[in-house]
């Protein structure tokens, strides 16, 4: 069993910044990949971004290249994901997952097992 919990979220004005982090704990060394989802309200829950769990491979959406940066810290089983030039559009719950097992179909929440109960993100303008 592995569970994830996110932290870090909060109140931002546009143009700031916001780091929220994702703790594993559990059998951690069956996970492979993850992922960052966000979901606003009344919108279905999109893609941000894409680490392998212990490795450098990082993949973005469009929407927040530039951005937003995904990181990890294995010794501490977390995977950060550091929010830049923040936008109002942006204000949302933002959810880690994680799968045990590798694909090339990493935008798909439906390709992801484990979730964190996400943690909201509000950017006001």
């Known amino acids: 069993q592995v569970r994830l919990v996110e932290s870090g979220g909060g109140l931002v004005q546009a143009g700031g910044s916001l780091r929220v982090s994702c703790t594993a704990s559990?059998?951690?060394?069956?996970?492979?990949?993850m992922a960052w989802f966000r979901q606003a309200p009344g919108k279905e829950r999109e893609f941000v971004a894409f680490k392998n769990w212990s490795g450098p491979r990082t993949y973005y959406a469009t929407s927040v290249k530039g951005r937003f940066t995904v990181s990890g810290d294995s010794a501490k089983n977390t995977v950060y994901l550091q929010m830049n030039i923040l936008k109002p559009e942006d204000t949302a719950v933002y959810y880690c997952a994680a799968r045990r097992w590798g694909s090339s179909d990493y935008e798909r929440p439906e390709e992801y097992d484990i979730w964190g109960q996400g943690t909201q993100v509000t950017v006001s303008s």
């Open positions: 559990g059998r951690t060394s069956s996970l492979v990949e």
